[in-house]
T-cell receptor, first 112, second 115 residues
């Protein structure tokens, strides 16, 4: 039973436009949510996170929105750049020290 | 600070052989995690250490798998009697008490191929 779901395996966006990556979760006990980016043959790289007590966190071009009632979060990238092309993983955790539960990832392609 | 380091980067082994992977975490981090990633999937949690104590193990970690973190520094993950289903990317991550939640830093992984 997948507790973290990324239902879109891929997304293609034009350079300069907004990329929106979505993630749903089932476990209401999760209290931290994170986004990681992964290039081929590399480990995941942390992008941005949000605590369950917030509904928005912004860091430069990246913004994460959390809707707890819908058990849904999204990552917005504005403006999208070709270097953003990678696989993006949504992850969730119970507590600040626990292990991470990952979704299957969404492959983002940003076309020049 | 050179980040999380994993060795080897690639390992090809014959079915039935034992393999051991090493992870060197970021030096000030007290927590160390092992994950496994197969094609088309996200990383799946295997086990977790706080300092030298192994605090949690996933049901994915069969009795053929063992992990250690002597003296709370580097960690090793051993797989005995490897099977073809063990072929995957094995990822190590570490985190510290930064007050920034469960943000973990990953190594580049060890890709295991069992033939």
């Amino acid at each position: 039973d997948q507790q973290v779901k990324q239902n879109s395996p891929s997304l293609s966006v034009q350079e300069g436009r907004i990329s929106i990556l979505n993630c749903d979760y089932t476990n209401s006990m999760f209290d931290y949510f994170l986004w990681y980016k992964k290039y081929p043959a590399e480990g995941p790289t942390f992008l941005i996170s949000i605590s369950s007590i917030k509904d928005k966190n912004e860091d430069g071009r990246f913004t994460v929105f959390l809707n707890k009632s819908a058990k849904h979060l999204s990552l917005h990238i504005v403006p999208s750049q070709p270097g953003d092309s990678a696989v993006y993983f949504c992850a969730a955790s119970r507590g600040s020290q626990g292990n991470l539960i990952f979704g299957k990832g969404t492959k983002l392609s940003v076309k020049p | 600070d050179t980040g999380v380091s994993q060795d080897p980067r690639h390992k090809i082994t014959k079915r039935g052989q034992n393999v051991t992977f090493r992870c060197d975490p970021i030096s000030e981090h007290n927590r160390l995690y092992w994950y496994r990633q197969t094609l088309g999937q996200g990383p799946e949690f295997l086990t977790y250490f706080q300092n030298e104590a192994q605090l949690e193990k996933s049901r994915l970690l069969s009795d053929r798998f063992s992990a250690e973190r002597p003296k709370g520094s580097f960690s090793t993950l051993e797989i005995q009697r490897t099977e073809q289903g063990d072929s995957a990317m094995y990822l190590c991550a570490s985190s510290g008490d930064s007050g920034r939640g469960p943000r973990a830093f990953f190594g580049q992984g060890t890709r295991l191929t069992v033939v």
